[in-house]
């Protein structure tokens, strides 16, 4: 993998970051109130927001770590989407026109008209900590993989990252971000429209795209539905459209870093066909990015791929007391590689169920050799763990026996690797799509994709500490400091808000540790508050007899339980928000009379 780019790439890369930070600065220059800092004078149209919206939550994770999830389980993670324009919906009908009546700066504001300042404060809290951690994510991704590709100082770049974004977020607040994602989010649908051309082109020319398709289809890369009710499965129709619909009900319409993209709009149908737009839009772009994994998969069963997509890893384990078995597995790869061109290409020109079943078996093996390896860079890369796990070695080698399935050889190995503990620098799939953006990408179109991933993360942190710093400063400093504020002082600690955010995300993300999918870690952190967040708001909305400090009560509850519930692994992620919502809204039920009787209740 180079440890350089070309002068094109990078003129590419420099005139593109240059060009959106430097255009949001001079386009917002100037924001004198809080009306146009934090709301951007109410100017945006629907295209402007429903663009925005997506940009804000299309962070450089979704890009890198979505086609790292396609290329390893296939297209069955858009089923996490499905709830997305049902919430979109009920938002516009619910949620919008509340926030627009009341003419509120924060979704929290509404809180405290509704139950208490302390409601308020604590929703607030609660948006803090979850979007803080998230913000320090969003930059950390791409510092990480950037760095471990290209062989940059990781420190360097989380710096770099994050000063881009502070510059023109703090220079003109909400306005800024809004301007500003357009241009990110051209830079993403061409960035990626482009690079499923030249991955569809790269693929032998005697397979069509059709055939493509048809060949991971025999490896069930191309399962969209599961309708199954298997709770150990994280991604089926079920959980997108129930756990699904709470999450991004609670996301789009309780998260600030979302609310505040839609407040800024013109009106409150711009706000609403913004929101719709979004809805009619997003699930068609998420299932294109995990195309563009699948197609990388595709690729790869006519060229020779790595064992392992981390260079260094690599390099690691060879120079170490296992090089040898690792030899032996890349040697195994090689073979297992020849006869799976062969196979797939005959599946390309003829769909038979019997070669589709051979090259199924074929993408098991290589999964299966995929987890030895990462057995073998584990152990070099930690000594520890050689002797706590050295019992798994009789276990991998049972499973060498003639009578077992491929595929079940490799559902048994990776569950034996989750049991031992992710070594999670070992985990390869969010680095696959860099990798292969370095190796294959010509010239100029690398620096485009590098823009792309950068891009994203701007566009995505900048809404998180422009969120951050105007709940901060309109939730927490301005609303229980009792001394009277004015236009200027408030534009100015918000300011200052955005700046001490951002520094705080770029601190989070040098002390950040990669999960094992980097998409999935960002929605765990988002799935153990937003249901408790959602439910705090539908009590307000539908529950009118419910007060302030039975809800209180009942949500520092539900945080705790939600997080033990996450913690001892109760269930899977996504069904947290419907748990948490569906549990602050009986625990305050439970606590209302109890309040209503006491000398200090409501």
Same mark, same amino acid.
């Given at each position: 993998?180079?440890?350089?780019?070309?002068?094109?790439?990078?003129?590419?890369?420099?005139?593109?970051?240059?060009?959106?930070?430097?255009?949001?600065?001079?386009?917002?220059?100037?924001?004198?109130?809080?009306? !146009?800092?934090?709301?951007?004078?109410?100017?945006?149209?629907?295209?402007?927001?429903?663009?925005?919206?997506?940009?804000?939550?299309?962070?450089?994770?979704?890009?890198?770590?979505?086609?790292?999830?396609?290329?390893?389980?296939?297209?069955?993670?858009?089923?996490?989407?499905?709830?997305?324009?049902?919430?979109?919906?009920?938002?516009?009908?619910?949620?919008?026109?509340?926030?627009?009546?009341?003419?509120?700066?924060?979704?929290?504001? &509404?809180?405290?008209?509704?139950?208490?300042?302390?409601?308020?404060?604590?929703? #607030?809290?609660?948006?803090?900590?979850?979007?803080?951690?998230?913000?320090?994510?969003?930059?950390?991704?791409?510092?990480?993989?950037?760095?471990?590709?290209?062989?940059?100082?990781?420190?360097?770049?989380?710096?770099?990252?994050?000063?881009?974004?502070?510059?023109?977020?703090?220079?003109?607040?909400?306005?800024?971000?809004?301007?500003?994602?357009?241009?990110?989010?051209?830079?993403?649908?061409?960035?990626?429209?482009?690079?499923?051309?030249?991955?569809?082109?790269?693929?032998?020319?005697?397979?069509?795209?059709?055939?493509?398709?048809?060949?991971?289809?025999?490896?069930?890369?191309?399962?969209?539905?599961? &309708?199954?009710?298997?709770?150990?499965?994280?991604?089926?129709?079920?959980?997108?459209?129930?756990?699904?619909?709470?999450?991004?009900?609670?996301?789009?319409?309780?998260?600030?870093?979302?609310?505040?993209?839609?407040?800024?709009?013109?009106?409150?149908?711009? %706000?609403? %066909?913004?929101?719709?737009?979004?809805?009619?839009?997003?699930?068609?772009?998420?299932?294109?990015?995990?195309?563009?994994?699948?197609?990388?998969?595709?690729?790869?069963?006519?060229?020779?791929?790595?064992?392992?997509?981390? +260079?260094?890893?690599?390099?690691?384990?060879? #120079?170490?007391?296992?090089?040898? !078995?690792?030899?032996?597995?890349?040697?195994?790869?090689?073979?297992?590689?020849?006869?799976?061109?062969?196979?797939?290409?005959?599946?390309?020109?003829?769909?038979?169920?019997?070669?589709?079943?051979?090259?199924?078996?074929? +993408?098991?093996?290589?999964?299966?050799?995929?987890?030895?390896?990462?057995?073998?860079?584990?152990?070099?890369?930690?000594?520890?763990?050689?002797?706590?796990?050295?019992?798994?070695?009789?276990?991998?080698?049972?499973?060498?026996?003639? +009578?077992?399935?491929?595929?079940?050889?490799?559902?048994?190995?990776?569950?034996?690797?989750?049991?031992?503990?992710?070594?999670?620098?070992?985990?390869?799939?969010?680095? %696959?799509?860099?990798?292969?953006?370095?190796?294959?990408?010509?010239?100029?179109?690398?620096?485009?994709?590098?823009?792309?991933?950068?891009?994203?993360?701007?566009?995505?942190?900048?809404?998180?500490?422009?969120?951050?710093?105007?709940?901060?400063?309109?939730?927490?400093?301005?609303?229980?400091?009792?001394?009277?504020?004015?236009?200027?002082?408030?534009?100015?600690?918000?300011?200052?808000?955005?700046?001490?955010?951002?520094?705080?995300?770029?601190?989070?993300?040098?002390?950040?540790?990669?999960?094992?999918?980097?998409?999935?870690?960002?929605?765990?952190?988002?799935?153990?508050?937003?249901?408790?967040?959602?439910? /705090?708001?539908?009590?307000?909305?539908?529950?009118?007899?419910?007060?302030?400090?039975?809800?209180?009560?009942? #949500?520092?509850?539900?945080?705790?339980?939600?997080?033990?519930?996450?913690?001892?692994?109760?269930?899977?992620?996504?069904?947290?928000?419907?748990?948490?919502?569906?549990?602050? /809204?009986?625990?305050?039920?439970?606590?209302?009379?109890?309040?209503?009787?006491?000398?200090?209740?409501?």
């Amino acid at each position: 993998m180079p440890q350089t780019l070309d002068w094109i790439d990078w003129i590419v890369l420099i005139a593109t970051l240059a060009i959106i930070v430097g255009y949001g600065t001079w386009k917002t220059r100037g924001s004198k109130n809080v009306q !146009d800092y934090v709301r951007g004078g109410n100017t945006s149209k629907w295209w402007t927001i429903g663009l925005s919206v997506m940009a804000t939550q299309a962070s450089a994770i979704t890009f890198l770590s979505t086609t790292g999830q396609a290329f390893s389980d296939g297209m069955g993670f858009v089923q996490f989407y499905f709830g997305l324009p049902i919430a979109m919906v009920i938002i516009c009908l619910v949620f919008i026109p509340i926030y627009h009546r009341l003419k509120v700066y924060t979704a929290y504001e &509404f809180l405290e008209n509704r139950f208490d300042l302390k409601t308020r404060s604590l929703t #607030a809290i609660l948006f803090l900590i979850q979007r803080g951690l998230a913000a320090g994510i969003t930059i950390f991704a791409p510092a990480i993989i950037l760095s471990v590709v290209l062989g940059w100082n990781i420190i360097t770049l989380n710096i770099i990252i994050g000063v881009l974004v502070i510059i023109y977020t703090v220079s003109g607040g909400t306005k800024a971000v809004t301007v500003t994602q357009k241009q990110q989010m051209f830079v993403i649908f061409a960035g990626m429209v482009t690079a499923l051309i030249i991955i569809v082109n790269l693929i032998p020319n005697e397979v069509s795209f059709v055939d493509a398709i048809d060949i991971a289809g025999a490896t069930g890369k191309m399962q969209v539905l599961d &309708f199954s009710f298997d709770l150990e499965n994280r991604y089926t129709v079920w959980t997108g459209l129930l756990g699904g619909t709470f999450l991004m009900l609670s996301y789009f319409g309780t998260d600030q870093s979302q609310v505040q993209r839609y407040l800024s709009g013109k009106s409150m149908k711009e %706000m609403q %066909m913004g929101l719709l737009f979004n809805g009619l839009l997003k699930v068609p772009m998420q299932f294109f990015i995990l195309l563009v994994g699948v197609m990388v998969f595709v690729f790869y069963q006519f060229n020779p791929s790595p064992l392992n997509f981390i +260079d260094r890893s690599t390099e690691t384990v060879l #120079a170490s007391e296992y090089g040898d !078995d690792y030899r032996a597995l890349q040697a195994k790869q090689d073979s297992i590689f020849q006869i799976k061109k062969t196979v797939a290409l005959q599946v390309s020109s003829n769909s038979d169920n019997q070669l589709n079943k051979q090259l199924f078996m074929l +993408d098991s093996l290589e999964k299966n050799l995929r987890t030895k390896s990462k057995f073998l860079i584990k152990k070099a890369v930690d000594k520890d763990y050689a002797t706590q796990y050295e019992n798994l070695e009789s276990e991998i080698k049972s499973l060498n026996s003639e +009578d077992e399935t491929y595929a079940d050889k490799t559902q048994a190995l990776e569950a034996m690797y989750e049991t031992a503990g992710k070594d999670t620098k070992t985990n390869d799939r969010d680095y %696959m799509f860099i990798s292969f953006i370095l190796n294959n990408l010509p010239k100029g179109l690398i620096g485009l994709l590098l823009a792309v991933i950068l891009s994203a993360a701007m566009s995505s942190t900048a809404s998180e500490i422009n969120a951050l710093a105007t709940i901060t400063s309109i939730d927490l400093y301005g609303r229980n400091l009792s001394e009277d504020k004015g236009d200027d002082h408030m534009v100015k600690m918000t300011k200052w808000f955005t700046l001490g955010w951002g520094v705080i995300a770029i601190l989070i993300a040098c002390f950040a540790n990669l999960a094992e999918n980097l998409i999935q870690l960002v929605n765990i952190i988002g799935s153990i508050f937003y249901g408790n967040v959602l439910g /705090i708001f539908l009590l307000a909305f539908f529950f009118k007899h419910i007060k302030g400090n039975a809800v209180f009560s009942a #949500a520092l509850i539900t945080q705790v339980i939600v997080i033990i519930g996450w913690w001892f692994e109760w269930m899977p992620y996504l069904w947290l928000n419907l748990f948490g919502c569906i549990l602050v /809204i009986f625990i305050a039920h439970l606590l209302q009379p109890i309040f209503k009787m006491s000398t200090h209740g409501n």
